[in-house]
């Protein structure tokens, strides 16, 4: 019967096709896990630590620039800001955000960021959660005093502004008119633990016991051009990474076409070999294209012997890489 043939021939193509889809449908899942594995790998193996260095130091400086807190004020804001998304610097509601130009208004925990800076072992989660945190905003401060905490922060966005933060914060800090900063200054602030983390990465500090103006102000400073370099990394590595999805996305759309027409009948392996040979062919001779499009894969994300803010000395010469690596 004619048409019980051609019913069954529109079943069978349609049966092919579902074949199709699904086995393309599944090498797409599977680039997209490799990709993103890899990504997440090497940010984990490059990044993570910088990126938890970062975040604590904004936490300081945060925590520096407002009012000092004794324990029970701390225990107490800490309390009433548990669950929420908000910058602790703000505390008049415990409810705030920052902006963004690409994320929009958003709320963060300052004091969750903290915890997150001082884990060991990196999630996907947590390091997105820094990833984004870090190119999104840069190095902010409390700038107004106690009642005025609706008032907008300031974002260092210069050497010439981290200097000027630098010394505001040592005035707020320090002891009126006193030079340094002494460990029972920094008390009023911050816990006993997170001054025995922050007393190495100032100058002399761990020989005096106490933080000169001029250290004070190189650590801010350097601050806030490693934070400057890292969300510069970041988004480089960011366009890197959609590169390498667009090359993986081109490679599995052509098996991907070639496998749909396979299973759908309308190309025999012999036909399908002569394409992979022609595509061979094509290989050789755009080899030097292939070999450096390869070696720039291994170079960024296996190599990668610089970042953005480092010295490179490059047969004898010295190379500074300030927005691109």
């Given at each position: ?44 193996r ?39 998304k ?13 902006k ?14 903290r915890?997150?800076s ?103 400073v ?95 010469i010295?190379?500074y ?5």
């Amino acid at each position: 019967n004619p048409k019980v043939h051609k019913k069954n021939v529109v079943v069978r193509k349609v049966f092919q096709l579902l074949v199709a889809v699904l086995i393309g449908a599944t090498i797409w899942l599977v680039k997209i896990i490799l990709v993103k594995t890899l990504a997440s790998s090497f940010h984990v193996r490059t990044y993570f630590d910088r990126m938890k260095e970062s975040v604590f130091h904004h936490y300081i400086l945060e925590t520096l620039s407002g009012p000092p807190m004794d324990e029970t004020i701390r225990a107490e804001l800490h309390k009433a800001i548990q669950g929420s998304k908000s910058l602790p610097g703000k505390l008049k509601d415990a409810r705030s955000a920052f902006k963004s130009k690409k994320y929009g208004t958003r709320k963060l925990d300052m004091e969750k960021l903290r915890k997150l800076s001082m884990e060991t072992s990196a999630s996907a989660w947590s390091v997105k959660r820094l990833m984004n945190y870090i190119r999104s905003s840069g190095l902010s401060t409390i700038s107004k005093t106690v009642d005025e905490f609706d008032k907008a922060e300031s974002e260092i966005s210069s050497e010439w502004e981290a200097r000027i933060t630098a010394k505001r914060i040592f005035k707020n800090v320090a002891k009126h008119g006193a030079k340094y900063i002494e460990e029972e200054d920094l008390s009023r602030f911050l816990k006993r633990e997170e001054i025995h983390a922050i007393f190495p990465l100032f100058e002399g500090a761990l020989e005096t016991g106490r933080i000169t103006k001029a250290s004070f102000r190189n650590w801010v400073v350097r601050a806030y051009f490693e934070r400057k370099a890292l969300a510069h990394s970041l988004n480089d590595t960011k366009t890197a990474v959609q590169q390498l999805h667009k090359l993986a996305s081109a490679i599995v759309i052509v098996i991907i076409i070639g496998l749909t027409l396979l299973v759908m009948g309308l190309a025999t392996p012999k036909v399908l070999g002569v394409v992979i040979t022609q595509m061979l062919v094509l290989g050789f001779i755009f080899h030097n294209t292939c070999k450096t499009i390869f070696e720039c894969i291994i170079f960024v994300f296996v190599m990668h012997p610089f970042d953005i803010g480092d010295r490179c000395k490059i047969d004898g010469i010295q190379i500074y890489y300030p927005n691109s690596a």
